[in-house]
């Protein structure tokens, strides 16, 4: 069996409950991080946290003993600004919840198509909690430049880079070198980010994670093209999100693509499968992914996500 008969296989049987492989034993230093999918927080979450409840209590076992917690905050938090003309979706939600957010994560990703709903100021309050409440964040910034750098994590002698972008409309959210946005997805930027992560902030590993595709269970042709892009340019893995939904996973190269984690915490859809997502729990060295492990996680009427209590199945990567 190849590499992606393997890898579909074993991610459909997570979703079913099979029994943890153990994990080859290494000397290398390994650093654990966990990705999240799509976390909005208006609606039943937001009416939680003002109850005193944190809406991540149903997850919380995911997190515990991560080194490094990240997830895509599909949201602006500020108490300014007005919302984008003709969007129909928009969503902003008190900074009362990010003391939740800091509990269980230590960066979230901004590159995506809700960061912007309410105009660069509201981003750039955002920005300053975010800082304020000590969470790291990717994919967005003060400027162009800021927008572009990866956020670097140190833990046991490695150097971890994740870039973030975006390429849902709409792309007025972009930062630009005199306004806070985020990080566009260019493929010759993308390129060239994942090289200077290397080059300019000495990383041993980098991870983007990207905002794209559509809302279908399988990636399209240009999450495929893209992905394999950013691989070929030096990336370890890839993590997508944004089609409300799980999309399919493959390795390339030997190094995992998972197009889309799904919905974490997300209020207001009625369909079983968008209300389903992965956490996805990675074991990184100096040579990429070592391996890899999906918890399923199912959010309830509110939004509020649980976790699945089957367990679940390890793939080796390498």
């Not at 693509?257 to 369909?271: A, K, M, T």
Request: with cysteine; proline share 6%.
């Amino acid at each position: 069996m190849n590499r992606w008969m393997q890898c579909c296989l074993v991610s459909c049987l997570v979703l079913g409950g099979i029994p943890v492989m153990a994990q080859a034993p290494s000397s290398e230093p390994s650093v654990s991080i966990v990705f999240a999918g799509d976390i909005m927080l208006e609606g039943g979450p937001d009416r939680a946290i003002r109850r005193g409840r944190d809406p991540f209590a149903g997850v919380a076992q995911l997190f515990k003993n991560a080194d490094i917690r990240v997830g895509n905050l599909e949201c602006v938090v500020a108490t300014v600004g007005a919302p984008e003309p003709d969007k129909p979706n928009t969503f902003r939600v008190h900074p009362r919840g990010l003391k939740y957010v800091r509990r269980h994560f230590d960066a979230v990703g901004l590159a995506n198509n809700h960061s912007g709903d309410f105009g660069p100021k509201a981003f750039s309050q955002m920005l300053g909690l975010l800082k304020q409440s000590g969470l790291g964040y990717y994919g967005g910034g003060k400027n162009l430049k800021e927008a572009h750098k990866p956020s670097i994590f140190e833990r046991q002698g490695l150097r971890i880079a994740l870039l973030g972008y975006d390429e849902f409309q709409p792309r007025n959210f972009e930062a630009d070198h005199d306004r806070p946005g985020i990080a566009w997805s260019e493929d010759e930027q993308v390129v060239r980010d994942i090289a200077e992560a290397r080059s300019v902030w000495k990383a041993d590993v980098v991870i983007p994670v990207m905002h794209w595709g559509w809302e279908s269970a399988v990636a399209n042709t240009r999450q495929r093209q893209l992905a394999r892009l950013m691989i070929d340019a030096g990336a370890d893995a890839v993590i997508g999100g944004h089609p409300h939904q799980l999309q399919d996973t493959e390795e390339y190269k030997g190094r995992p693509i998972f197009y889309s984690l799904g919905n974490f915490v997300f209020e207001g859809f009625p369909d079983k499968v968008n209300n389903m997502g992965w956490a996805v729990r990675m074991v990184l060295d100096r040579q990429g992914v070592r391996s890899w492990q999906a918890h399923t996680v199912r959010m309830d009427g509110q939004g509020l996500p649980h976790a699945a209590k089957q367990p679940n199945a390890v793939v080796q990567v390498r």
